[in-house]
């Protein structure tokens, strides 16, 4: 197993990308403690390219509540190991003051009306604070030349649609990849928020991937999906406050009419969970 190299800086990184000189190049972006679902968009960028380059940056600006910025995990030598077993070439860790090295950004990116609902909603600034770090990293890993590669994961559905937007907007030249939810044995999504959790809360986090499967069974054997009963499952789940719980249009997130809800289910459909289980945050998806 190789250790990585690790480098802090932008001359750094733009020196080791240099000097690899790679005829590929797969980037997978990360706020670090890292896990299974992380190691999956590793392998998924090792198994089609000739470098691969991960970030370790948790960005202060995708966080609407500093509370969850403060307690946010971090774990840098532990990241390494994950990213080492996974085949991971460079780990680019740097300090808030690299990556915002003009200030914090005065011209900003806006995720539009797509960023206002759901996760946007609940998290005012997340994610044009996401797409404001997403963007200059996608820069500065950019190899220049031979081609050019970026992972994200399913689980962050509303965030992959974004970066999907911004990438087709603003003609990055990256192609991207999604990553299937890596899920623990028991189904839980997993999070680098989990590590917050008792293990009461997180067996009551389990409501989020159960509620889904009785929504996701009903539509793939095309019956009426009737989300009432998915939601009233969190009722009866006392560690849990559901934020929200919608069957949407998976290219606008616009929510399913009724009539698609109470009659048997034949379309496409995106199921998107948001809930508090505890003091965490937590969220899940599943396409039907
Ligand atoms: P984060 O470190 O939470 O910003 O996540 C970095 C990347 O890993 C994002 O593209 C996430 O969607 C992806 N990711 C996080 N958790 C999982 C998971 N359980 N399964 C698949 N991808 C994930």
């Given amino acids: 197993m190789k250790t990585p190299k690790i480098v802090k800086t932008r001359a750094e990184l733009k020196a080791a990308i240099a000097a690899a000189n790679p005829g590929s190049l797969g980037f997978v972006p990360t706020m670090g403690a890292l896990h299974r679902g992380h190691a999956s968009l590793f392998k998924a960028a090792r198994a089609e390219n000739e470098l ?8 202060e600006l995708q966080f609407n509540d500093a509370s969850d910025y403060a307690t946010y995990p971090r774990q ?22 690299e990556i915002y090295h003009a200030g914090l950004p005065l011209v900003k990116l806006s995720s539009g009306a797509l960023g206002e609902m759901y996760e946007g909603a609940s998290r005012p600034g997340h994610f ?30 509303q965030q992959l649609m974004l970066i999907r937007r911004m990438v087709a907007d ?13 899920r623990s044995p028991k189904g839980l999504a ?6 917050l959790l008792s293990e009461e809360e997180k067996e009551a986090a ?12 009903r539509a793939a054997h095309n019956e009426p999906l009737y989300i009432e009963d998915a939601i ?10 559901l934020d929200y719980f919608a069957v949407v249009d998976p290219d606008t997130l616009q929510e399913l009419a009724f009539n698609c809800q109470d009659t048997p ?15 965490v945050r937590l969220i899940d998806n599943q396409p039907i």
């Fill in 52 to 59: 691969v380059v991960i970030s370790v940056f948790v960005n």
């Fill in 76 to 97: 840098l030598d532990a990241d390494v190991q994950l990213a080492a077993a996974a085949g991971v070439d460079l780990v680019f860790a740097p300090d808030a003051s």
């Fill in 128 to 157: 044009d604070g996401m797409l404001a770090v997403v963007a200059k990293l996608l820069h500065l890993t950019d190899p220049r030349r031979g081609e050019y590669r970026a992972y994200f994961g399913q689980k962050d559905a």
């Fill in 170 to 182: 603003l003609d990055y030249p990256v192609e991207l990849r999604a990553v299937p939810i890596v």
């Fill in 190 to 195: 997993l999070s680098s928020r989990n590590a």
């Fill in 206 to 217: 389990l409501v989020l991937h159960r509620s889904i499967q009785l929504v996701a069974d």
């Fill in 232 to 241: 009233g499952m969190y009722q009866m789940a006392p560690l849990v406050e």
């Fill in 265 to 279: 289910f034949t379309g496409e459909g995106l199921i998107l969970v948001a809930a508090k289980v505890g003091n």
